[in-house]
């Protein structure tokens, strides 16, 4: 079975086609016969050899890859589930070692797993679940009510535009960061004030929202630079890690999507809102496998508008 991996920690060249053992669903499990993997920023931190440390007991080839879509082609024996074989289905996958998403076939626990939208191909389906989960658990964290105002920076990226358009099928008010070129487009997203991006994000937000916002979501890494533009009291919600100072009461949170896990229930959430027309999917690009590290490179080269997906 093909699947794309690194044998050494390396720039794009190092992704490489590989031999992978077939592999069957066990217990409580789905075999998933990938059709499509997108390729986030995360998946060049594995292969560069920046999340070294978590693999060092692992051997190779790590196979990168969060994101998957395909066909269930098996169940394992006594799983509970109402998946069946052939239905196009969407999941969220964690890497651990040649457990990842660039690969023609990947077992998966049925938990993580659900049906892919209606009337939405692989390749569409492939770019939402870790994403999209990630969106969905910053928002969560900022606990914000309806009619509360949330704001978005990177808003033209993948977890930013699902941020804005979560939140407003959650009810809330929206102001977004954007580059003069993407304006248009987080405009098109839903934002309800679009503020132009740069290192003085908080105070572009204050100028349209004196009193602060109720949260933030980070998708830029701006960390101390956008702090400023949220409330007393309010909540701010990073993907880098970012732990905050604890300044003017500011709840803190470290939204990190492998606590969503075996979330199908949130999956399937998500596949109503794209199925309801609330969240749309971008794709970029698509690239066979043997193109893989081509995508690599594009992705590390920044400004990409959509998804970038590796089709097998």
Known sequence: MRG??????????????????EEHAGAGQVRVRVHAATVNP?????????????????????VPGMDAAG???????????????GDAVFAMVVPNGSHGAYRESIVLSADAVTRAPAGVGHVEASTLPMNGLTARQSLDQL????????????????????????????????????????????KGLGADIVVP?????????RKVCPE???GLADGSFQSEQAVG?????????????????????????????RDYDHR???LAGLREHVESGAVTLRVAATYPPEQAAEAHRRIEAHGVRGRLVITF
Not at 48 to 53: F, L
Not at 71 to 85: A, M, N
Not at 166 to 172: F, P, Q, S
Not at 229 to 256: K, N
């Open 212 to 214: 602060g916002v109720d």
């Open 4 to 21: 794309v991996g690194i044998i050494e920690f390396g720039g794009p060249e190092a992704l490489q086609l590989v031999d992978l053992p």
């Open 71 to 85: 066909v269930i082609d098996e169940v394992g024996p006594g799983t509970s589930t109402d998946l069946k074989v």
């Open 197 to 205: 991006r740069g290192a003085d994000v908080a105070e572009q937000i």
């Open 42 to 62: 995360t998946d060049t931190y594995l292969r560069n050899g920046s999340r070294a440390a978590m693999l060092k007991d692992v051997p190779p080839p790590h």
């Open 229 to 257: 533009a949220v409330r007393d009291g309010g909540a701010f919600a990073s993907v880098r890690g970012w732990a905050g100072t604890g300044e003017r009461g500011i709840t803190f949170h470290r939204t990190s999507v």
């Open 264 to 266: 199908a229930d949130l």
């Open 143 to 186: 606990a914000l009510k309806p009619g509360q105002t949330v704001a978005v920076t990177g808003a033209a990226g993948a977890y930013g535009g699902y941020v804005v358009q979560l939140a407003k099928a959650d009810g809330l008010r929206v102001i977004a960061d954007a580059a003069p070129a993407d304006e248009a487009l987080v």
